[in-house]
């Protein structure tokens, strides 16, 4: 039998899931201007252009010093909770922001794959694009593989 959701499980998996999308997305911003830094493009490169990625990694690294700890607490309070109450892990807001999370993650795998096989028909690749399309697919197909284990692993109807 499947258990309504309450305020504050809404709230909780709101938070975990909004702060998993926040830190991955700082993640691969730090990521990309680690790789603008030390692979500059020499069309773009300038005083301006590296002091714009200085910016932007201290925002990256700002960002995540904040949200990847409070997404770490939420998950595991929320695991904790699942333990002692496992019929939670059938909540549908819980199956529908993982579902929803999985489906933006395939998402993002398959147009980082769309992006490098036309740069790769264009003979534009370079080590820079190549970088950035595998720090993509990593992340994406973390977040994808932990939570589809999450789901096959503990398979509540």
Same mark, same amino acid.
């Given at each position: 039998?499947?258990?309504?959701?309450?305020?504050?499980?809404?709230?909780?998996?709101?938070?975990?899931?909004?702060?998993?999308?926040?830190?991955?997305?700082?993640?691969?911003?730090?990521?990309?201007?680690?790789?603008?830094?030390?692979?500059?493009?020499? %069309?773009?490169?300038?005083?301006?252009?590296?002091?714009?990625?200085?910016?932007?990694?201290?925002?990256?690294?700002?960002? +995540?010093?904040?949200?990847?700890?409070?997404?770490?607490?939420?998950?595991?309070? %929320?695991?904790?909770?699942?333990?002692?109450?496992?019929?939670?892990?059938?909540?549908?807001?819980?199956?529908? %922001?993982?579902?929803?999370?999985?489906?933006?993650?395939?998402?993002?795998?398959?147009?980082?794959?769309?992006? +490098?096989?036309?740069?790769?028909?264009?003979?534009?690749?370079?080590?820079?694009?190549? %970088?950035?399309?595998?720090?993509?697919?990593?992340?994406?197909?973390?977040?994808?593989?932990?939570?589809?284990?999450?789901?096959?692993?503990?398979?509540?109807?």
């Amino acid at each position: 039998m499947e258990r309504k959701s309450g305020p504050k499980d809404v709230f909780l998996h709101l938070l975990a899931i909004i702060t998993l999308y926040g830190s991955a997305g700082a993640f691969i911003a730090l990521i990309f201007q680690y790789i603008n830094v030390l692979l500059p493009d020499p %069309l773009e490169y300038s005083v301006y252009a590296v002091s714009g990625s200085y910016s932007a990694i201290r925002f990256a690294i700002s960002s +995540l010093v904040v949200i990847f700890p409070i997404y770490i607490l939420s998950s595991w309070y %929320l695991n904790k909770n699942y333990e002692e109450n496992p019929e939670k892990r059938g909540l549908r807001i819980r199956k529908w %922001l993982l579902y929803f999370t999985l489906f933006a993650a395939a998402l993002i795998i398959m147009g980082d794959l769309v992006a +490098l096989i036309n740069r790769l028909l264009e003979g534009e690749l370079t080590l820079r694009f190549l %970088l950035k399309v595998l720090t993509m697919a990593f992340v994406a197909g973390s977040v994808f593989g932990y939570y589809f284990y999450d789901l096959k692993k503990y398979k509540v109807e």
